[in-house]
């Protein structure tokens, strides 16, 4: 049975940092990719960045240069470093590990979720 949990998140001040780790667990072949979703007020989710096996990454627009992805393939986990927050970064940030290969099947899992508020 696969397992993702999240950690990291909180209450920060507009210009700090927070890093969200995210790691899974269970007899996982590989996972192909690893992304961080955000949803704010309007309770859209997007995507904020993302990370393939071979550590080619994307961000969205929002969060370039500030928003940094990584992932360690041999342990199975994803950290997202965020640096110079703002207010509108506030939300519910989800980790994703896309395309999770097992004995059984490949398909998506998501987190339940941290909390990050960015106070002005």
């Known amino acids: 049975q696969v397992q993702l949990v999240e950690s990291g998140g909180g209450l920060v001040q507009a210009g700090g940092s927070l890093s969200l780790s995210c790691r899974v667990s269970g007899n996982i072949f590989s996972i192909k990719e690893m992304s961080w979703y955000r949803e704010g007020a309007d309770d859209r989710r997007e995507l904020v960045a993302q990370i393939g096996r071979n550590h080619d990454t994307k961000y969205a627009d929002s969060v370039k240069g500030r928003f940094f992805i990584s992932r360690d393939n041999s342990q199975n986990t994803a950290s997202l470093r965020m640096d110079t927050l703002q207010p509108e970064d506030t939300g519910i940030y989800y980790c994703?590990?896309?395309?999770?290969?097992?004995?059984?099947?490949?398909?998506?899992?998501w987190g339940r979720g941290t909390q990050v508020t960015v106070s002005s």
């Open positions: 994703v590990a896309g395309g999770v290969e097992t004995v059984l099947k490949t398909t998506d899992y």
